[in-house]
């Protein structure tokens, strides 16, 4: 009976170590396998300054630009009001200075992240390869978050988030200080074609860039930046159709 107890308790041993040496080996192939050589981190990081450094300007300028026009546009417009007797201009100045200084707070709030990400990345440290790796990770996700910020720029939920203010300034043209639909659908066209024009100049530069950089180094596109792609589904069960648009 002891004689078997030895060789039971002998064989969980040597499963046992078999199964931690196996797992050590595993673990161990496994960092091998995301170690990253020195000079591949040194590229990486070289080629994430370079491609936000030349995208710096333009986004300075989309910004500043958009940002200093709402602003003199609200300073101007609000000096008239003051300094006007007449009813109708001193509502249409006030309704005017309202609208630009929700776009100059647009502009506070949604700072250009791919203006201030080369100066943030130039600034960390990178004498030590382990400064260096770090560095790495930083630039990454500042590079990543450019691009979102791109994205963001030109999606949907910002056409629709300027309509929205757009076609309440319209409306309180027309309805809140009496005047024709037409005054009113006139002041929502030209509220319209500048907060437009404001989106569709607005730099997409990172988005491309940040693209190839996954595709040259990373083997693809993080999820984050993958745009899903609509699907319509059609199922037939007895007596009826389903349909269903998935976007």
């Not at 978050?145 to 309440?168: F, Y």
Request: hydrophobic share 45%; net charge positive; glycine share 6%.
């Amino acid at each position: 009976m002891d004689d078997a107890r030895k060789t039971i308790l002998t064989k969980i041993t040597s499963g046992t170590i078999f199964f931690l040496s196996f797992s050590i080996l595993q673990v161990t192939q496994l960092f091998a396998q995301n170690e990253i050589p020195d000079s591949l981190v040194k590229e990486r990081i070289n080629y994430i300054q370079n491609m936000l450094n030349q995208g710096k300007p333009a986004a300075n300028l989309w910004w500043n630009g958009w940002l200093y026009g709402y602003s003199a546009a609200t300073v101007v417009q609000g000096a008239v009001f003051l300094s006007n007797e007449q009813l109708k201009n001193r509502q249409d100045m006030a309704l005017g200075a309202a609208t630009t200084l929700v776009g100059a707070v647009g502009q506070l709030i949604m700072p250009m992240i791919p203006a201030k990400a080369p100066g943030k990345i130039a600034f960390l440290p990178g004498q030590t390869p382990e400064e260096r790796i770090n560095k790495l990770n930083k630039a990454e996700e500042l590079f990543e978050a450019s691009a979102l910020r791109e994205k963001d720029g030109r999606s949907w939920k910002m056409h629709v988030a300027s309509s929205a203010v757009n076609l309440s300034s319209g409306l309180v043209t027309w309805l809140g200080f009496d005047r024709t639909i037409q005054a009113g659908l006139v002041n929502f066209a030209i509220n319209e074609a500048i907060t437009e024009a404001q989106i569709w100049t607005q730099p997409t530069r990172a988005i491309k860039d940040y693209k190839n950089y996954c595709e040259k180094y990373k083997s693809g596109l993080p999820s984050s930046m993958s745009t899903p792609k609509s699907q319509l589904f059609v199922s037939a069960f007895p007596g009826g159709l389903t349909i269903r648009f998935v976007f």
